[in-house]
């Protein structure tokens, strides 16, 4: 059965990364004038989206599959075989729905539904979140629309810059933000200087074992409070290995973050990687950064990411080989003496930001969709 009301299928996921635009780009279509069950959602079975979106009230499918490393192994077999049921269930999927346009802000489902929209003649449009494009999008793009780009300079067909979609709630923090309330949410004193420490959805093994280091050394500290979002991937190990709770220091662990806007609008510096998502996010709340790129990624995307706050003094970058529990109270203790220069710092990230990223998107989209 032909659904005609459709009008657009959002595609992408498997982290917060990708998730989190998608999500922006959609709430943009809905402001924008389209009601929010002609927004499909298709994403991943084994995503943060799995969890996350069927809260939203946005239409959702989720398909199998993983994504496929760069070497001949057991898990890539099956990564394939999981692909191609995914892309099946993709063009069954378009077929039912008709959608008049397709959004692909990249992750392995994206590429089983940007396929699927080219064979159905349906208009593709790819939003890439990073400097330095993934796999999927590099892809994809060769048969887009348009490309949707987050920084100057992405070597991607058609790109138009954007910036990167940040959640309303986010975008709507530097003139309303209100650190004493905020504090208040967390049960932080207004006395006490906050550092939030994230790393993305699964977390980041470096920077939470460094910051579990470091606790005895900021023990002492009745000034400092410290909020780490530890990630669902070493949450045990972390857990474990965190000493008991001593001293004036005030310090609390959460596996995930579900009030982000609260907790940025809370903090006076941030020490996180630099995924596009996190650089956009800290331009909008104006929150300096220490940031430690993943080495992990595909084409040092993280580094890329990182030089643009860098490049404008709103962050500093630290490469991961060389942080660890000294390196970090180091850098946070010489930006927690210096107000004057975290504030000039909270300057420039604001410069950095993009806060209409998502509606921008969502005109490219409505401007190239068949309808």
């Given at each position: 059965?032909?659904?005609?009301?459709?009008?657009?299928?959002?595609?992408?996921?498997?982290?917060?990364?990708?998730?989190?635009?998608?999500?922006?780009?959609?709430?943009?279509?809905?402001?924008?004038?389209?009601?929010?069950?002609?927004?499909?959602?298709?994403?991943?079975?084994?995503?943060?989206?799995?969890?996350?979106?069927?809260?939203?009230?946005?239409?959702?499918?989720?398909?199998?599959?993983?994504?496929?490393?760069?070497?001949?192994?057991?898990?890539?077999?099956?990564?394939?075989?999981?692909?191609?049921?995914?892309?099946?269930?993709?063009?069954?999927?378009?077929?039912?729905?008709?959608?008049?346009?397709?959004?692909?802000?990249?992750?392995?489902?994206?590429?089983?539904?940007?396929?699927?929209?080219?064979?159905?003649?349906?208009?593709?449009?790819?939003?890439?979140?990073?400097?330095?494009?993934?796999?999927?999008?590099?892809?994809?793009?060769?048969?887009?629309?348009?490309?949707?780009?987050?920084?100057?300079?992405?070597?991607?067909?058609?790109?138009?810059?954007?910036?990167?979609?940040?959640?309303?709630?986010?975008?709507?923090?530097?003139?309303?933000?209100?650190?004493?309330?905020?504090?208040?949410?967390?049960?932080?004193?207004?006395?006490?200087?906050?550092?939030?420490?994230?790393?993305?959805?699964?977390?980041?093994?470096?920077?939470?074992?460094?910051?579990?280091?470091?606790?005895?050394?900021?023990?002492?500290?009745?000034?400092?409070?410290?909020?780490?979002?530890?990630?669902?991937?070493?949450?045990?190990?972390?857990?474990?290995?965190?000493?008991?709770?001593?001293?004036?220091?005030?310090?609390r662990q959460v596996i995930y973050e579900k009030d982000m806007p609260s907790?940025?609008?809370?903090?006076?510096?941030?020490?996180?990687?630099?995924?596009?998502?996190?650089?956009?996010?800290?331009?909008?709340?104006?929150?300096?950064?220490?940031?430690?790129?993943?080495?992990?990624?595909?084409?040092?995307?993280?580094?890329?990411?990182?030089?643009?706050?860098v490049e404008v003094g709103a962050a500093v970058m630290v490469p991961d080989?060389?942080?660890?529990?000294?390196?970090?109270?180091?850098?946070?203790?010489?930006?927690?003496?210096?107000?004057?220069?975290?504030?000039?710092?909270?300057?420039?990230?604001?410069?950095?930001?993009?806060?209409?990223?998502?509606?921008?998107?969502?005109?490219?989209?409505?401007?190239?969709?068949?309808?």
């Amino acid at each position: 059965m032909t659904d005609a009301a459709t009008f657009a299928v959002v595609t992408g996921g498997g982290t917060a990364g990708h998730m989190n635009p998608a999500l922006a780009i959609a709430d943009a279509l809905v402001a924008a004038g389209h009601r929010a069950e002609t927004i499909h959602y298709v994403g991943s079975e084994r995503g943060i989206e799995a969890t996350l979106m069927p809260t939203t009230g946005y239409p959702t499918t989720l398909l199998p599959g993983r994504g496929i490393q760069r070497r001949l192994t057991v898990a890539n077999v099956q990564a394939v075989a999981g692909l191609l049921v995914a892309g099946f269930r993709a063009m069954r999927l378009l077929g039912r729905l008709r959608p008049q346009v397709v959004v692909a802000v990249g992750g392995y489902a994206s590429v089983a539904v940007g396929v699927a929209a080219v064979l159905w003649r349906v208009p593709l449009v790819v939003a890439e979140q990073n400097l330095a494009p993934g796999a999927a999008n590099r892809f994809l793009a060769r048969f887009a629309k348009v490309v949707a780009v987050a920084f100057p300079g992405t070597p991607l067909p058609r790109a138009v810059v954007t910036g990167n979609p940040v959640r309303q709630d986010i975008t709507a923090l530097p003139p309303e933000r209100d650190r004493a309330a905020a504090r208040r949410a967390f049960g932080i004193d207004d006395d006490r200087q906050v550092v939030l420490v994230f790393g993305g959805s699964l977390g980041a093994r470096r920077l939470n074992e460094a910051v579990v280091a470091a606790l005895p050394i900021w023990r002492d500290r009745p000034n400092l409070a410290v909020h780490h979002v530890v990630g669902s991937r070493d949450w045990d190990k972390i857990r474990a290995a965190t000493p008991p709770a001593s001293g004036a220091l005030e310090y609390r662990q959460v596996i995930y973050e579900k009030d982000m806007p609260s907790a940025l609008a809370a903090a006076d510096l941030a020490v996180c990687r630099s995924g596009s998502s996190t650089c956009f996010e800290l331009a909008a709340a104006g929150l300096p950064a220490v940031l430690v790129p993943s080495p992990f990624v595909t084409a040092d995307q993280q580094t890329s990411n990182a030089r643009y706050l860098v490049e404008v003094g709103a962050a500093v970058m630290v490469p991961d080989g060389n942080f660890d529990a000294e390196r970090l109270v180091a850098e946070v203790d010489a930006l927690l003496s210096d107000e004057e220069r975290r504030m000039a710092m909270g300057r420039a990230a604001l410069t950095r930001a993009r806060p209409h990223a998502a509606a921008a998107i969502a005109a490219l989209v409505q401007e190239h969709s068949r309808g």
